[in-house]
């Protein structure tokens, strides 16, 4: 065979290798979804979810007005509303990256399979908008990048999706309570009472002028100072029961135009337990007294040194 030939010959295998290439793409791309879930999100009502973490167990959360509601068993409490924001943040579009895994054999290696993943189901009143499953998170170092393996429900194919989905959907009941402790909007203040044992409480008040501690001018920016300190504060652990007899401290707010809000701290023999009844449902617990000295303050804080 002459140069030519071969020149030409190898040509020919060129043109042939991208022509059952293309083929080759074009089918694969043929089952290949563009989108996985893609959802209006302001018709969402309710979501049900079978997390891993939670050992399947369902959990329903519902839309309530301008908040949700959690339900697992026989708890029902106010939803983490941060918490399902970022759910639905992932349901208004899903892209696959990626189909890894087209048959049945393959769900538990990336973690779909139903006793292994996440299910996800997700409605607008009785209608069922979406049913899937989430599975192993995968993280590439030379990247930096996560992803996720996905599965429709009714679907064998699995697909990789962009980010950490099983940190958004994989999580046990009490990850889903609402936290919150304390919330409030330091010019809707009027007035701190402090009741502590042996009536060495005091109250703080604000007029025209500025902050008061009892009767005395306060120290403004140690007023400041310690309100931007508990403005926003979270719990991440819950009390299993409401605790008896009196609270040891109690730091009652009082805002305009507002209903006023108490803080309570109870000792126990593990340390604390703390109520609020800006979330009246839940009590929060800790082994250690750093609350009750961020809380607590003595009335000398206020005074001018």
Request: charge should be negative; charged fraction near 25%; proline fraction near 3%.
């Amino acid at each position: 065979m002459n140069k030519q030939n071969k020149t030409l010959l190898i040509i020919l295998v060129v043109l042939l290798a991208v022509y059952f290439g293309n083929e080759f793409m074009a089918s694969d791309n043929r089952n290949f979804r563009d989108t996985l879930v893609a959802l209006d999100t302001a018709v969402v009502d309710k979501i049900e979810l079978y997390p891993q973490a939670n050992e399947q167990q369902l959990i329903t959360l519902r839309r309530q007005g301008d908040g949700w509601q959690l339900q697992a068993g026989n708890l029902t409490d106010d939803a983490d509303i941060s918490l399902v924001k970022g759910m639905l943040n992932e349901l208004a579009d899903m892209r696959p990256q990626r189909l890894v895994a087209t048959s049945r054999e393959q769900w538990a290696a990336h973690e779909v399979a139903d006793s292994l993943g996440t299910r996800v189901k997700v409605y607008s009143g009785e209608k069922l908008l979406a049913d899937f499953v989430v599975g192993k998170f995968n993280f590439q170092p030379a990247t930096r990048s996560m992803s996720t393996s996905v599965r429709l429900a009714e679907d064998e194919d699995v697909y990789t999706v962009e980010g950490f989905l099983s940190s958004t959907f994989n999580r046990k009941a009490a990850d889903l309570r609402d936290k919150t402790f304390i919330e409030f909007d330091n010019s809707q203040l009027q007035q701190l009472t402090f009741t502590y044992p042996a009536d060495s409480g005091f109250v703080l008040s604000k007029n025209a002028a500025g902050w008061l501690v009892d009767i005395d001018p306060a120290d403004s920016s140690a007023v400041v100072s310690y309100l931007s300190s508990i403005r926003h504060m979270r719990f991440n652990t819950f009390a299993d029961r409401a605790p008896a007899g009196q609270p040891a401290y109690q730091l009652q707010i009082s805002r305009q135009n507002l209903p006023d809000f108490t803080l309570s701290a109870y000792a126990d023999s593990s340390g604390y337990v703390y109520h609020s009844t800006l979330n009246p449902d839940a009590y929060f617990k800790s082994s250690n007294d750093r609350e009750i000295k961020r809380l607590f303050v003595p009335r000398s804080k206020f005074v001018h040194k």
